[in-house]
């Protein structure tokens, strides 16, 4: 990720005025399609303390990591493939349809024809994805 998305909050005084916030509620991460799982894989600082929601602030998640296609969303990807892939630093089906898949079947014990296979219907899912 090149730049680290931040929260937006509102001062808590007569006139209020935004400010950078510590992390997203999660109401925010909900009304983006996100679970607080997801946030912690990608990343995203989640601030349980707060309890608004702002609609600039859902409008950011939606904009940079959209709703996430889940691994076992792939058709061949179960549970145990999903870990396995995981910690190849493969995350969700965005991770597998841009990675490159020498290295990732030196780093999972894949063969190459199967990571392609499932790499193709991360491409196939995504294009649904966007389209809906």
Wanted: net charge positive; charged share 35%; aromatic share 4%.
């Amino acid at each position: 990720m090149e730049e680290e998305v931040k929260a937006i909050v509102h001062t808590p005084i007569r006139r209020p005025r935004p400010r950078r916030g510590r992390g997203f509620s999660l109401e925010e991460l909900r009304a983006a399609g996100l679970t607080p799982s997801e946030a912690k894989r990608l990343e995203i600082y989640v601030d349980r303390r707060r309890g608004t929601a702002h609609p600039e602030n859902i409008e950011v998640l939606k904009e940079n990591y959209g709703a996430v296609v889940p691994l076992t969303a792939i058709k061949g990807i179960g549970a145990a493939t999903e870990r396995k892939l995981i910690e190849a630093d493969i995350l969700d089906a965005y991770d597998l349809a841009q990675a490159n898949l020498n290295e990732l079947a030196e780093k999972t014990r894949y063969s190459k024809e199967k990571l392609q296979k499932w790499q193709g219907e991360a491409k196939k899912l995504l294009k649904e994805e966007r389209k809906a």
